[in-house]
């Protein structure tokens, strides 16, 4: 069986989320599964500097431009065909928006006319034999599944992934004159939203199956409040939708192998993540206080992650004897608040503003705990990761973390199964209330012990998910 993923961003390529991870990691699972995954991508600047094994195909017009395909491999064997059109691609930086985080402009064209090529390639129309399924995701690809309901000839199955419903891909109705669709398309039940056009709508209308990150997620995405504009449609489409949870890379992200922390660990000899949480209290300026529960966050910094609340909670963390690292970017004024709190107590809490992959893989390993307090959270890896390295989550009851973290209530603790912590609902007191579990659990060493146990024994890879992915394939090309 052969895929074609159409994205925006593949790790290690692009990436400036979970999508990249995603659609750098799900297709060498599939191969696992006897799919043939193959990526379509913009022809960044990135992408087409970091592929490997490139070939340069046929040249062809599109818009006006003589354009071509260039096809490579990641660095990990992911295969990939990139869209070389240098009037949409040909810039760095985010693939979005600019410095400033306005949106780039022809954003909207440029998306429709990657996805039109997107249709081309999967319909064998470019060299490239066709494809048996395409795998859209997210807006950037929501018109492909448009553009495959206007064809006549036979086309592949379609799939669109839901990474996050908070970005709809919304445009002037006034693009529909330069995205090749019949007029009949800009309608209620079609490309139309409040006036304006959604490509993220034309995905969920269209494909003959919609996923979304987290079975949990597939059902608060139905509610009017969780929909988010879009709950009515969903609940129309929940015959045709569902919540596969994602996974994590387990080969990049592994203790025992991961050559960017101090020392490697295993679940049997757990003395190499003490070295990384020394190295990690000296490499960010805290006290080396070995019997300090250190916590951390490696998120975009924004009120959907509810970093706002933890701004509030640093106080209740330095007054229970804990350290805080926070690494990542976003509101501004969330970014100045953890500043803030970065030099009024150097020694207990940390900052770093951006987003370094190594210090990720280091902050990991040497948090004792991770916090995400989400006020919504469609699957999140940040605390797949943690798991992986015994850090014990910390995460709001919502979402793909209400999926895979096991709250350490009474009964979870008398099984033995528990792997996190988590409250509900998303608010400071209950935060407050999460934050000072934890600490009661960090001051219990022989508990603390089983969840880390309990966390590295998780299987969060993409094996299983692969397998589901697989079979709605096979189910949608009969």
Known sequence: ???????????????????????????????????????????????????????????????????????????????????????????????????????????GARYAAFSRVAVDVAMGNHGEPAFDVVHAHDWQAGLVCAYLSAEKAKVPASVVTIHNLAFQGIFPKSLMGEIALPERYYSEEGLEYWDKLSFLKAGIVYADHVTTVSPSYALEIQSDNGGMGFGGLLRFRGHALSGIVNGIDTQIWNPQTDPDIPMTYTAADLRGKAKCKRALQKDMGLQQKSDAPLFAVVSRLTTQKGLDLLVDAVEQIKMLGGQLVVVGSGDKSIERAFKSATEASPKNVACFIGYDETLAHRVQAGADAIIIPSRFEPCGLTQLCAMRYGTIPVVGRVGGLNDTVIDANVAALTKGCATGVQFSPIDPHMLAAAINRSFALYRQPKLWDEIVQNCLAQDVSWSASAEDYAALYARLIG
């Open 1 to 107: 069986m052969r895929v074609l993923f159409v994205a925006s961003e593949c790790f290690p390529l692009i990436k400036t989320g979970g999508l990249a991870d995603v659609v750098g990691a799900l297709p060498l699972a599939l191969s696992e599964q006897n799919v043939e995954a193959t990526v379509f991508l913009p022809g960044f600047q990135l992408v087409l500097k970091g592929l490997k094994k490139k070939a340069s195909h046929k040249p062809f017009k599109l818009n006006g431009e003589t354009v071509n395909l260039v096809t490579g491999v990641t660095v990990n064997g992911v295969r990939v065909i990139a869209l070389n059109a240098p009037k949409l691609f040909d810039f760095e930086g985010n693939p979005y928006q600019l410095p400033d985080g306005r949106d780039r402009e022809g954003n």
